[in-house]
């Protein structure tokens, strides 16, 4: 991407709300890859032209000056080995100057966050029909201030949004777009969800549950786990959403020593090695490291901690009997299945997936049970459909419940246990 273009892209980036000339520098100082261009004097003047020379632009003065942007560094207090995030501060301290005001149904087709009535179109003033400059940036500068914004046009910044690869054609919803939009102004950085539905956006989680999902299901934003220690020393978990542009696969230290844990096990005799072998094969790794390393692996049930007779193993690894006559046992890891990293999935979308026009009439509704808990009526539903399954939309209906607390059972289905069998047949899949 060449200077000017890169310049184009920032601009596009923070959104219906446009940005302020003294912002614009901040952010080309920090973006990535870094920006090729010393922002000295010319260079500014340079910049200037090109914004003012660029039809898919416009200028516009606000009523009072806005603040500059202030950035910060997400990922600076992460603890490398357990990906937590050990701030204590809280991303609300954060003055945002951008608050959410959601432009709907624009007759311009105009879509994102914007007050559009408390700012006026200066384009005319600063820009000739020949797309030539009116005043030079000193000039503009000392004419408004900080109250300047260069905007871009609507399919300028939706196309960017939306990325190279998504489907020019697709229509998004004000609130859905006005959300993309946040996610793409922050960056590399991303939003977490719990902060766009707490803070900035200011509605219940299930309805910003509901305006990532389409988003999500087009392909325009990713989804990461995120953990921060709070200050009470309990774990918060949220989501983070980034575009897909800025999407980075961040991976621990223990992420990666397990994955080579698990591929060496793999590689074993019937998937099972001395506790003695692998902290050989991991040299690199101390004895505390190793320790902590096998308690992950045994608390997300990859591996199981199990004895096995010496001679099973290696019989010419010296005795085999001790002084009691009894065959010596040595501790072993047993792979149980392959290591894989958690991410965030739409596990639960997939009820909302089914046909709208899904016939629930062959279905005998049976209520609820009030003698019996909710948990163990849709437990024993699930088990007497047998291997065949059911959905969970089926279980809705039956039991006369709704889409989130059928979503609640399954996971809580999940927590105690039974996720390899039965939750997948909540989810009318076979078996594992």
């Known amino acids: 991407m060449d200077p000017l273009s890169m310049v184009e892209d920032e601009v596009v980036l923070e959104g219906l709300d446009g940005i302020t000339f003294p912002s614009l520098w901040i952010r080309l100082e920090d973006r990535k890859p870094a920006f090729p261009l010393k922002l000295d004097d010319p260079s500014k003047d340079f910049i200037w032209k090109s914004l003012i020379s660029n039809t898919e632009l416009r200028f516009y003065q606000l009523r009072k000056e806005r603040d500059d942007v202030v950035l910060f560094d997400r990922f600076k207090n992460i603890d490398s080995e357990t990906d937590i995030d050990i701030t204590q501060r809280f991303s609300d301290t954060r003055k945002d100057i951008y608050p959410i005001i959601i432009t709907l149904e624009d007759k311009d087709g105009l879509q994102g966050s914007c007050a559009l009535q408390e700012r006026t179109d ?25 109250k300047l914004v260069v905007v871009a046009s609507q399919l300028l910044r939706f196309r960017t949004l939306i990325g190279i690869g998504s489907d020019p054609d697709l229509k998004l919803n004000d609130d859905s777009f ?3 939009e946040r996610v793409g102004r922050a960056r590399w950085q991303g939003e977490l969800q719990k902060d766009l539905h707490g803070g900035t956006f200011k509605v219940d989680a299930r309805k910003l549950h509901y305006l990532r999902k389409s988003l999500v299901k087009h392909g325009l934003v990713t989804m ?3 953990v921060t220690r709070v200050n009470t ?5 949220s989501i983070l959403l980034l575009l897909k542009r800025f999407h980075v696969n961040r991976r621990t230290k223990y992420d990666i020593l397990m994955e080579h844990m698990s591929n060496l096990l793999m590689q074993s005799p019937d998937q099972l090695s001395t506790l003695m072998t692998l902290k050989e094969q991991l040299s690199s790794v101390n004895d505390q490291t190793f320790k902590r390393l096998t308690q992950y692996m045994r608390s997300a049930k990859f591996v199981e901690l199990c004895q096995c007779p010496l001679e099973d193993l290696d019989p010419t690894a010296g005795p085999c ?3 009691k006559g009894d065959k010596v046992l040595v501790r072993c890891l047993k792979l149980l299945k392959p290591y894989t990293k958690k991410g965030v999935t739409e596990d639960d979308d997939d009820d909302d997936d089914e046909d709208e026009d899904y016939d629930h009439r062959a279905l005998p509704s049976e209520g609820r049970i009030m003698e019996t808990d909710t948990l163990s009526q849709a437990y024993q539903l699930v088990l007497s459909r047998g291997t065949k399954g059911i959905t969970r ?8 419940i709704g889409k ?29």
């Open 122 to 146: 200066v384009t005319q003033h600063l820009r000739s029909e020949s797309l030539a400059p009116l005043l030079n940036l000193k000039e503009a500068l000392e004419k408004y201030g900080r």
């Open 178 to 180: 006005c959300l993309l």
């Open 224 to 226: 990461q786990p995120h």
């Open 404 to 432: 989130l607390e059928s979503r609640m059972i399954c996971r809580r289905l999940e927590r105690e246990g039974v996720r390899t069998l039965h939750c997948r047949l909540c989810l009318g899949l076979p078996p594992m």
């Open 233 to 237: 020393g309990q774990k918060q978990n």
């Open 393 to 400: 939309r089926d279980v809705e209906v039956i039991m006369r």
């Open 321 to 323: 009997i001790n002084k």
